[in-house]
Structure formats: structure tokens, C-alpha cells
């Protein structure tokens, strides 16, 4: 599969490939308050994991056409991306997308928890929690639907069918005409 990733900083409206511009980054969110979130190189070379396990597994924003790793060294939106924390033996990744009613967030979130805890040999965490920032419309429904996954494969040890239906069957709020 081709990369949309690029080779870092070739293009001017990127960051360099394995910096940290806190500038350009998302502020932590609350799923990261009990974390010791991660900065500077450690927020990189974790960062520089997600890109691998992302490519792997082709979780790509359709938006801007490329690996959704990408989207932290976008400076054209630098209130969104990901940032991680470190709780215990576990990894928690809190993604905020572009816009509060971005319509992939529960896809590209899933494809993230799916990515990283499919690839657990890539990394030293025992789980990767993956969670969406408070901002977005449904965030209530898509961390639902991930803390449901997260619980499957906790328990199980495998990942759950990535048919596992939202709570919400797709439908966002109910009090919504559409």
C-alpha cells in the first residue's frame, strides 16, 4: 500500500517527522489526567509507533489522504492529533479531531485501538487505550462503543469483529431529526 505519510518535513505546512511542537498539538485532554502525559521525545517515539502500526493496518484520515499519524505534524490544525499518556503498563491515546462534528472520529478512533492492540509486539504497553476528545459531538457514544471494545479484549485477549456495532447504530444523537 502506497504511504500518504510523505518523508517528514518535505512539505512546509508539516513538521519534521519525530518532532514534538507542542504549538501544533492538542492540549491534554481529561482521559489523559490521571497519566503521565507524554512530551518531547517519548511523545515522538510513541508517536513515531502509532505512524508504523497506522500504515500496517491503513488507518488513514480520507479527508486529507493520508496516515492519520500525519494529522500531529499538520500545522494547518494545531488543536488536532493525538497525545498519549502512560498509566501503569498501559498506553492512553486521546485523539481530537479537526472539528467537533468530525463524521470519521468513530472510525478512525476504532481503527486506532485496532491498530495498536493488534500489533502489541511493536510496543511495550500491556493495552493501548484509545479514547476521543470531550469537544467532538458524540464523544460520549464513540468512548462508549471503545470502552466496550476494550473490555472485549481484556477479556478475551483477542481483538473483538470490527463489525462490533456502535451503541448508537451510527445514528449520533437520537434527539436529532436525521
Not at 42 to 49: I, L, M, P, S
Not at 66 to 77: E, G, S, V
Amino acid at each position: 500500500m502506497r504511504s500518504f505519510f510523505g518523508s517528514g518535513g518535505a512539505d512546509e505546512a508539516f513538521d519534521d517527522q519525530g518532532s514534538f511542537v507542542p504549538a501544533h498539538l492538542p492540549e491534554p485532554g481529561p482521559f489523559l489526567a490521571d497519566a503521565e502525559v507524554l512530551t518531547g521525545d517519548d511523545h515522538a517515539a510513541v508517536h513515531e509507533t502509532a505512524r508504523e502500526c497506522f500504515e500496517e493496518r491503513g488507518v488513514y484520515d480520507v479527508t486529507f489522504g493520508y496516515n492519520l499519524a500525519r494529522l500531529n505534524l499538520d500545522q494547518r490544525h494545531p488543536n488536532a492529533g493525538f497525545r498519549y499518556g502512560v498509566d501503569g503498563d498501559d498506553l492512553r491515546a486521546e485523539f481530537t479531531p479537526t472539528t467537533e462534528f468530525c463524521p470519521q472520529s468513530d472510525t478512525l478512533t476504532v481503527g486506532a485501538f485496532r491498530a495498536w492492540n493488534g500489533l502489541e509486539e511493536r510496543h511495550d504497553y500491556e493495552l493501548v487505550r484509545v479514547r476521543v476528545a470531550p469537544s467532538h459531538q458524540r464523544a460520549d457514544a464513540v468512548n462508549d462503543r471503545l470502552a466496550a471494545l476494550e473490555e472485549a479484549y481484556v477479556e478475551t485477549g483477542e481483538l473483538p469483529d470490527a463489525e462490533t456495532p456502535d451503541p448508537n447504530g451510527g445514528a449520533g444523537d437520537d434527539a436529532l431529526p436525521f
